[in-house]
C-alpha cells in the first residue's frame, strides 16, 4: 500500500485481540522490569486525527483494570518503515486531550501519592485532564503534548503498531522508534 491508501484503510475502529504485555519502565526489586498489561481501542479519524484508548490491567487476562487513558490528536505520516513493505512510521500526537480514569482504588490512592498537586483528589471512575500538565508518573512535563515516534502496518484487516523496546523505553524520540511489530488490533465491524 502507499501512505495515501495505509492512511485510508486505517479510518476506522480497531482493538486489542486479547490483554497485552509490554515491559513497563519501572522495576521490581531484584532489577527486572516488570509487565505492563493492557488493551487498545483505537478509531482513525479523517484528517490524520485519532483516538486512543487504552485500558491498563493488574493481571495478565485483563480481569483487574488499573485505570483507563483516552488520548486524542493527530498523526503525522513520516514515510517508509523497514521493518515490512507497507509499513510506515507515524508520530502520534496527543495534542488535543489526554485524560486519565482510575478504576482500582489503590490506583487511585497511588495518584493521591505521586500526582496530588495540581489535581483534584484522584477517585476511582473520575476522569481528570493530565493535557499538557505536569504528571510525574507518566514523565510529562508542565506544558508538554504527548508523542510516540511509532509504526503502522496492516496485514490481513490487522493494524501493527511497533514492540516496546525491551529495556522499557518509550517511543519518545526518533532514535526510540520500534523496529518491530506488537501484538496487532483487529477491525472492528
Known amino acids: 500500500m502507499t501512505t495515501e491508501e495505509l492512511k485510508k484503510y486505517s479510518l476506522g475502529k480497531w482493538e486489542s485481540i486479547t490483554p497485552e ?3 513497563s519502565s519501572s522495576k521490581n526489586n531484584d532489577g527486572t522490569l ?3 498489561y493492557l488493551s487498545r481501542k483505537f478509531t482513525g479519524l479523517a484528517d490524520d486525527k485519532f483516538e486512543l484508548i487504552v485500558t491498563t490491567f493488574a493481571d495478565p487476562f485483563g480481569k483487574v483494570p488499573l485505570a483507563q487513558m483516552t488520548l486524542r490528536g493527530h498523526m503525522e505520516w513520516k514515510g517508509d518503515h523497514p521493518i515490512a513493505q507497507s509499513a510506515q512510521k507515524v508520530n ?3 495534542d488535543e ?6 478504576l482500582l482504588q489503590g490506583f487511585a490512592d497511588g495518584m493521591n501519592q505521586l500526582a496530588g498537586e495540581g489535581f483534584e483528589k484522584w477517585e476511582v471512575n473520575k476522569t481528570q485532564s493530565i493535557f499538557k500538565k505536569k504528571f510525574p508518573p507518566f514523565g510529562l512535563l508542565d506544558g508538554q503534548i504527548f508523542v510516540e515516534y511509532d509504526l503502522i502496518y496492516i ?3 490487522m493494524m501493527f503498531w511497533g514492540a516496546r523496546n525491551i ?4 517511543f519518545d524520540t526518533e532514535e526510540n522508534r520500534p523496529t518491530n ?7 472492528q465491524k
Open 21 to 23: 504485555i509490554r515491559p
Open 34 to 36: 516488570r509487565p505492563f
Open 92 to 94: 502520534f500526537f496527543a
Open 97 to 102: 486531550s489526554y485524560e486519565l480514569t482510575p
Open 155 to 157: 496485514c490481513n484487516d
Open 167 to 170: 529495556d522499557g523505553r518509550g
Open 181 to 187: 511489530l506488537q501484538i496487532p488490533l483487529v477491525r
